[in-house]
């Protein structure tokens, strides 16, 4: 596993400045620090050399001032829940917390957006707008910050309905590496005025601005829910099912796919009796009548695939228990094994070639040395796969970086990407040359360039260096 640099110290006159102006709120304690250096990836912890909280655009923009200035590294952290190593400080210093900066700023219900400050996460601003009839709809696992979410293009179950965060971000304000403030996008529902900035930034991770403010858009909070769950014989059949529902336009608000391993995690540790074979969970977002209809043309085409045992969860304490238990799904398969450190990656692939890339992936990894499960949220060609390792095992680890790898160039090879919604960070660093081309990755590294001249938005990720 990647260690860190040896960092350059933190100049003098830096720290002066930041302790002159954040006081206790600029941290230098290990503590501190660990939290901040310490994610979900398989990495190791790489600390930063300090943290500091900000609490308004002008802390945020004098930190970037600063470290423009002493060409110290900026990584801006919103609620660390990232899984590829995103907020690891590979270079050492500063972690620029934005948890603080949490109040919604504007619920507009007429035009269905909200402005937040980036520390929001998602669980509390759907909870200060759950009186207005309208939701936000995009769910990664963790109850990550909406700033975290802009920067890493998330998405998550509702995704296959609502889109992801590409296609709900309205209008950003970002604090450039210089510390100036650049206004993207409007609240209009469309635009064809320039350049797309919104969507630069959106998915940045963090190397081009941080992102201080966000308009997102909302959705009403639909009339009639209703879920269901159907096991199948086999994957294949799941996933069969799930092309079909696709291709026929089934207007489903979820559908996820669990492997056997993922639905026995999530029985033990959620207290669940689901079937232990591979399974499908579906929600149906509508009217009373269309719910119901939708649900039924799925039912026959799970029908016909194979699908067992299709049952309903109506009641809404049914439904919460059942996508609990689903969004738990990453820490019940962390139980499979006591103590390991998971390794996640996920892959995105065209639909039709969704059922070929995630029985070849299951067949790889069902000769692996250790255990693993297969999760996804296969509506959109999109799936999970974590490797439960030993920490102390330098053999595990290489050996899941292989299926790691096989499992890219698989979906690459079928037209898809190394990334559907966790991003690239450090790990998937090293695939972004094979994803988009040399000429693609040296205007990406031209357009680092010209927004961060000295190199300081969270350096030595996302971009690979260009070969000479
Ligand atoms: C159990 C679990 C389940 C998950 N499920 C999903 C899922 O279903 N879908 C999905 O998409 N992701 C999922 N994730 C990953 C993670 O939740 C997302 O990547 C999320 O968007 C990260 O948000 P964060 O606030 O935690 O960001 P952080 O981890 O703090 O940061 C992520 C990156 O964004 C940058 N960043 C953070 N804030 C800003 C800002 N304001 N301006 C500029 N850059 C910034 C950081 O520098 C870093 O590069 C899951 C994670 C866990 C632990």
């Not at 655009?57 to 970037?64: F, K, M, T, Y």
């Not at 040395?369 to 297969?374: E, G, H, L, Q, V």
Request: glycine share 8%; proline share 6%.
């Amino acid at each position: 596993m990647t260690s860190q640099h040896a960092n350059r110290p933190l100049p003098d006159a830096f720290l002066a400045q930041m302790q002159a102006r954040f006081g206790e709120r600029f941290s230098v304690a290990s503590a501190v620090r660990e939290h901040h250096g310490t994610d979900e990836s398989p990495y190791p912890p790489m600390l930063p050399d300090a943290v500091v909280q900000a609490t308004s655009i002008e802390d945020v923009q004098l930190v970037a001032r600063l470290c423009h200035t002493h060409a110290v590294p900026l990584i801006p952290y919103g609620a660390g829940s990232s899984l590829e190593g995103h907020i690891l400080a590979v270079r050492g210093g500063v972690s620029l917390d934005l948890s603080n900066m949490n109040r919604v700023l504007e619920v507009n219900a007429a035009d269905m957006t909200v402005t937040v400050e980036p520390g929001v996460t998602r669980k509390q601003l759907n909870e200060h707008i759950r009186d207005t009839g309208l939701f936000f709809p995009i769910d990664p696992g963790a109850d990550a910050s909406l700033g975290g979410m802009c920067a890493t293009r998330a998405s998550g179950t509702n995704a296959v309905r609502y889109g992801t965060m590409r296609e709900n971000v309205r209008a950003l304000k970002v604090v450039t590496a210089d510390g100036s403030v650049v206004k993207t996008g409007t609240h209009a529902r469309k635009s064809s005025a320039g350049y797309d900035l919104t969507s630069l930034f959106t998915g940045s991770e963090g190397t081009l601005g941080i992102i201080v403010e966000a308009t997102v858009k909302l959705y009403p909070q639909p009339e009639s829910i209703s879920a269901a769950i159907c096991n199948f014989p086999d994957l294949e059949s799941a996933v069969q099912s799930v092309i079909e529902i696709m291709q026929l336009g089934l207007p489903v608000g979820r559908v996820e796919f669990m492997d056997t391993w993922a639905v026995r995690a999530t029985n033990a540790y959620s207290k669940m009796d689901l079937v232990e074979s591979p399974l499908l969970l579906f929600e149906f977002h509508g009217s009373a009548g269309g719910v119901d209809e939708q649900a039924e043309a799925v039912r026959e085409v799970t029908a016909s695939n194979g699908g067992m045992d299709f049952q309903w969860a109506r009641l809404p304490e049914e439904r919460s228990r059942l996508w609990a238990a689903r969004h738990n799904a990453y820490f019940a398969g962390i139980q499979l094994r006591p103590g390991c450190r998971a390794s996640t990656t996920d892959v995105c692939v065209p639909v039709s070639q969704l059922a070929k890339c995630v029985t070849e992936t299951a067949d790889d990894l069902d000769a692996a040395s250790f255990p693993y499960t297969i999760l996804g949220h296969v509506g959109d060609g999109n799936f999970h796969v974590m490797m439960l390792l030993d920490p102390d095992s330098s053999e595990e680890w290489e050996e899941s970086e292989r299926l790691n790898q096989r499992l890219v160039e698989r979906a690459l090879s079928m037209r898809g990407t190394c990334t559907g919604e966790h991003g690239i960070g450090l790990h998937k660093m090293r695939f972004m040359l094979a994803e988009h081309g040399p000429e693609s990755l040296a205007l990406m590294h031209a357009l680092k360039h010209t927004l961060d001249p000295r190199g300081i938005l969270n350096p030595g990720k996302m971009l690979p260096p260009l070969a000479s």
